[in-house]
């Protein structure tokens, strides 16, 4: 089995292999991208894929002076628990500021982010028929003893998301003390990922509890969002 369909195989159970799906993507023309086949198996082996430098420090630099200077602007609002639908603010839960993005108003930044995370999309769509129609990101900022308990990235009345991407923009001098790190909760280990500049973090929404422990110091900065199906 071609490794690009193991994931269709295994993450897509719906998904009926047949001689004509086989021959459908025999046909299907793609340059192989290294970086993506690696996210592709990580996923299918553990269902999260962590990827540094993701982002160049460059372009971890143009986003987070994006991020700051929406923030600085008091656009930011106090998130909330539940979707948009059904919102609800609980300090108990979520401590972070966010400010949804819009792609069709993007900045150069924006549009610098969204090119390559519509590169991943489109690949993941074309060798493993995932079906990602929609896709929607905030930026996010956790001050000083913030931090969101144990969760999963899905709702009960609202199931299309499909992959969590959290991308961070913090500085170069991020600390462990600092705090801040990404817990994802799997069958073999509590797995504590700090949030350095450039890296990106994938896994699967409906599957992988994960929280953001404590930040003692500074402002975590990140992109947060969901690729979702219709």
Same mark, same amino acid.
């Given at each position: 089995?071609?490794?690009?369909n193991?994931?269709?195989?295994y993450?897509?159970?719906?998904?009926?292999?047949?001689?004509?799906? *086989?021959?459908?993507?025999? @046909?299907?023309?793609f340059?192989?991208?290294?970086?993506? *086949?690696?996210?592709?198996?990580?996923?299918?082996?553990?269902? $999260?894929?962590?990827?540094?430098?993701?982002?160049?420090?460059?372009?971890?630099?143009?986003?987070?002076?994006?991020?700051?200077?929406? $923030?600085?602007?008091?656009?930011?609002?106090?998130?909330?628990? %539940?979707?948009?639908?059904? !919102? !609800?603010?609980?300090?108990? &839960?979520?401590?972070?500021? &966010?400010?949804?993005?819009?792609?069709?108003?993007?900045?150069?930044?924006?549009?610098?982010?969204?090119?390559?995370?519509?590169?991943?999309?489109?690949?993941?769509?074309?060798? +493993?028929?995932? %079906?990602?129609?929609?896709?929607?990101f905030?930026?996010?900022? $956790?001050?000083?003893?913030?931090?969101?308990?144990?969760?999963?990235?899905t709702f @009960?009345?609202?199931?299309?998301?499909?992959?969590?991407?959290v +991308? $961070?923009?913090?500085?170069?001098?991020?600390?462990?003390?600092? %705090?801040?790190?990404?817990? &994802?909760?799997? !069958?073999?280990?509590?797995?504590? &990922?700090?949030?350095?500049?450039?890296?990106?973090?994938?896994?699967?929404? @409906?599957?992988?509890?994960? !929280?953001?422990?404590?930040?003692?110091?500074s402002?975590?900065?990140?992109?947060?969002?969901?690729?979702?199906?219709?």
């Amino acid at each position: 089995m071609k490794k690009t369909n193991r994931f269709l195989h295994y993450i897509c159970p719906l998904f009926k292999k047949s001689r004509m799906t *086989e021959e459908l993507f025999e @046909q299907l023309e793609f340059i192989e991208n290294p970086l993506f *086949e690696t996210i592709i198996d990580d996923l299918l082996q553990q269902q $999260y894929s962590i990827v540094n430098d993701f982002f160049s420090s460059e372009e971890v630099e143009v986003l987070r002076n994006s991020l700051l200077a929406k $923030y600085e602007a008091d656009r930011f609002k106090k998130s909330a628990i %539940g979707n948009r639908t059904n !919102e !609800e603010i609980d300090k108990a &839960i979520r401590g972070d500021f &966010i400010l949804w993005m819009d792609e069709k108003n993007a900045n150069e930044a924006e549009l610098l982010f969204f090119k390559k995370i519509n590169d991943l999309v489109n690949y993941l769509n074309k060798t +493993c028929f995932l %079906g990602i129609l929609q896709k929607e990101f905030h930026y996010a900022v $956790y001050p000083t003893g913030t931090f969101y308990k144990r969760h999963l990235d899905t709702f @009960q009345n609202d199931d299309r998301r499909k992959l969590s991407i959290v +991308c $961070y923009l913090n500085e170069d001098n991020w600390l462990r003390e600092n %705090g801040g790190e990404l817990t &994802i909760y799997t !069958e073999k280990e509590d797995l504590d &990922i700090l949030p350095l500049p450039g890296r990106v973090v994938i896994f699967e929404s @409906q599957v992988l509890e994960h !929280e953001v422990k404590v930040v003692k110091a500074s402002e975590r900065m990140s992109i947060t969002g969901w690729l979702k199906t219709r």
